[in-house]
């Protein structure tokens, strides 16, 4: 790897929640092949986390070997990721019927050299966070965006909204996953906050943004997060990764 490669660390942490007896999030981390990632399953019963498990999976094949020095090969191998995972998840309810409605939302940040990648599906979330502004890198496919995106509802009225839960897109629902790539240019001291929805429904942006402006390491960061969302009443789970550029 070229010696001006920026150094970049990772922690992640999951919790089930409040009221849930089942964990359908999940979280990976490489740091060796330069990406993360967070996927909410969903579909009850056991079946969310089988999504999400096999999205975590199917990355950690597709992107063996990643080295981030190619944007090419690297939105490849997040667009490979999303259709490969998508199929699996299908085949698996072909297989198993009484699976039927499994699926997962997800996010996964890869790195290239001095850029990163966002691969985004549902309505998990990558923030960014620089120069101690917060700033929310995807877009929800969400009944609940769309009708904020018309104008039809207010930002404080979604957030309270009885529908928000319902969303538009996953991994593993339709024959295609229709894929968000987001990319953009990395800049030392860089915060990227992956996270399920059991976080952003429990907790506001301007408390995060208070947690992730701490001098803290990042575990400490992690672990303060997922307890402000239990506290406001955990009633998903709640799993968070985060990313800094050193």
């Not at 330069?34 to 579909?43: E, F, H, P, S």
């Not at 290239?112 to 998990?124: A, T």
């Amino acid at each position: 790897m070229p010696q001006d490669t920026p150094t970049i660390i990772y922690h992640g942490a999951t919790d089930v929640g409040n009221v849930r007896s089942n964990n359908e999030d999940v979280f990976y981390i490489s740091e060796k092949c330069r990406y993360c990632l967070v996927a909410d399953g969903m579909g009850g019963a056991a079946a969310g986390e089988v999504a999400s498990g096999i999205f975590a999976e199917t990355a950690k094949a597709v992107f063996a070997g990643h080295d981030g020095l190619s944007e090419e090969n690297t939105i490849a191998r997040v667009q490979t990721t999303f259709k490969l995972a998508n199929d699996k998840i299908l085949k698996h309810v072909g297989r198993n019927p009484q699976d039927q409605g499994m699926g997962c939302t997800a996010e996964l940040l890869a790195f290239v050299q001095d850029d990163f990648i966002i691969g985004h599906v549902g309505d998990s979330r990558t923030y960014r966070l620089r120069n101690n502004a917060l700033k929310q890198l995807t877009k929800d496919h969400s009944l609940v965006q769309e009708q904020l995106d018309q104008g039809l509802i207010t930002p404080e009225e979604a957030q309270r909204h009885a529908m928000r839960n319902v969303i538009l897109r996953a991994v593993g629902v339709n024959d295609t996953v229709a894929l968000d790539i987001l990319k953009g240019r990395q800049r030392p001291g860089d915060l990227f906050l992956l996270c399920s929805d059991g976080l952003t429904d429990m907790v506001a942006e301007s408390k995060i943004l208070g947690a992730l402006s701490t001098d803290d390491a990042l575990q400490a960061k992690s672990e303060a997060l997922i307890r402000m969302a239990k506290q406001a009443g955990g009633k998903d789970n709640v799993t968070v990764a985060l990313t800094k550029i050193v």
